[in-house]
């Protein structure tokens, strides 16, 4: 029998062993008491000692005993003994994941084909085709955020928020990395689990808030996971404009508006999270590099978890409460001699009796 590393449970049920005892003894006293004040009311003190006389003291204590020893172990086997140690492998849920894509027009460049937006979309599927554990949410943002799909352990509804998603989902323009990271942080659960989020844009920041988000988010428990989208070369910024021709994006000089990835914005926050930056890349390989970050954190669920646990033995002290319950129903609070004394007085099958039935 393994004897190892013994202990309760449910320590909070132990209070019960001393105080249930003690009001058992207590109404034990209280009833000895109404006893002796009744058998007063029936005859005078001199006549108690012949009217008592088969009733044994030290059996009512005995039986007395086995009850405050039962209450007593009740309490014990509510406080769940355990000793012995057996291991459980468990799979547990994947760690919930909120990916926060920029929308704005500067995603619509070309430097990665087709171009930014649709590159980063087929990235984020080919994560939730590979990485399906865990529940998955959407932040679209330009100028203002949006939550795009909650938290969720549908995949084909999450598929359908992202790809509903285009450079029109924000009417708001500009790029407010800030904004994003404080929506994205509003819909992860406020619990002790780890908070994780990628952000895929090309780290133009033009509200110049992103790096000072990430530190707050920091001391949340938030880790920000950054994939730049584009290249440091850039590219042309295209759309499609009312008449659905493909239009360049030019300044006011009649110039046409290239954008360049920033990888140093992107770092920034990563850094500041504990998290990592990862160029996206122009086939989406960055992704593959990330998820294989994010499985690899040795502290995160979704893998399998081997863990001790000691073996419940609540049924030893069951099995005393039964026995000392049965014992305390068979002892008699007779003497014994007395029992002996009327067995001999009790006529048994003699001559006259025998007669008599003649």
């Known amino acids: 029998m393994d004897l190892t590393n013994p202990h309760f449970a449910e320590p909070g049920w132990l209070w019960l062993a001393v105080v249930a005892p003690s009001l058992f003894f207590g109404l034990q006293q209280y009833a000895a008491w109404m006893r002796r004040r009744q058998l007063a009311q029936l005859a005078v003190t001199s006549s108690l000692?012949?009217?008592?006389?088969?009733?044994?003291?030290?059996?009512r204590r005995l039986k007395n005993l086995l009850l405050l020893l039962s209450?007593?172990?009740?309490?014990?086997?509510?406080?769940?003994?355990?000793?012995?140690?057996q291991a459980e492998v468990a799979q547990a849920l994947g760690e919930d994941v909120v990916f926060v894509l920029d929308c704005s027009r500067s995603m619509l460049a070309t430097d990665v084909r087709p171009n930014r937006l649709q590159r980063a979309r087929l990235s984020i599927l080919d994560f939730i085709q590979r990485h399906s554990r865990g529940r998955v949410g959407l932040v679209a943002f330009a100028g203002q955020a949006f939550l795009q799909c909650p938290l969720t352990f549908d995949y084909d509804a999450f598929r359908e928020a992202l790809m509903a998603v285009d450079e029109r989902t924000i009417p708001v323009l500009g790029t407010h990395l800030g904004r994003a990271l404080e929506e994205a942080f509003l819909a992860m659960e406020k619990n002790?689990?780890?908070?994780?989020?990628?952000?895929?844009?090309?780290?133009?920041?033009?509200?110049?808030?992103?790096?000072?988000?990430?530190?707050?988010?920091?001391?949340?428990?938030?880790?920000?996971f950054t994939l730049g989208v584009g290249t440091p070369a850039g590219g042309v910024i295209q759309f499609y404009n009312e008449q659905g021709a493909l239009e360049v994006v030019r300044d006011a000089a009649g110039k046409a508006v290239e954008s360049r990835l920033d990888e140093t914005t992107l770092?920034?926050?990563?850094?500041?999270t504990h998290g990592r930056y990862q160029p996206l890349g122009p086939a989406g390989e960055g992704m593959l590099q990330l998820r294989q970050a994010i499985e690899t954190l040795t502290d995160l669920p979704g893998?399998?978890?081997?863990?001790?646990?000691?073996?419940?033995?609540?049924?030893?002290?069951?099995?005393?409460?039964?026995?000392?319950?049965?014992?305390?129903?068979?002892?008699?609070?007779?003497k014994r001699s007395y029992d002996r004394q009327l067995?001999?007085?009790?006529?048994?099958?003699?001559?006259?009796?025998?007669?008599?039935?003649?």
């Not at 000692?49 to 059996?59: K, V």
């Not at 033009?206 to 920000?224: C, T």
Request: avoid cysteine; charged fraction near 25%.
């Open 71 to 85: 209450a007593a172990g009740m309490a014990v086997a509510l406080a769940r003994p355990q000793w012995g140690e």
């Open 267 to 272: 770092k920034t926050i990563a850094e500041a």
């Open 192 to 224: 002790a689990r780890r908070k994780i989020l990628v952000l895929l844009t090309d780290g133009e920041d033009l509200e110049k808030d992103g790096a000072r988000q990430a530190k707050e988010l920091a001391g949340k428990g938030v880790v920000v």
């Open 303 to 334: 893998v399998a978890i081997t863990r001790k646990l000691g073996i419940d033995h609540f049924h030893v002290p069951l099995a005393v409460v039964i026995f000392l319950l049965a014992a305390e129903a068979l002892v008699g609070t007779r």
């Open 49 to 59: 000692e012949n009217l008592t006389a088969s009733h044994s003291p030290w059996r």
């Open 343 to 358: 067995a001999r007085l009790r006529p048994g099958p003699g001559p006259a009796s025998l007669k008599q039935d003649s």
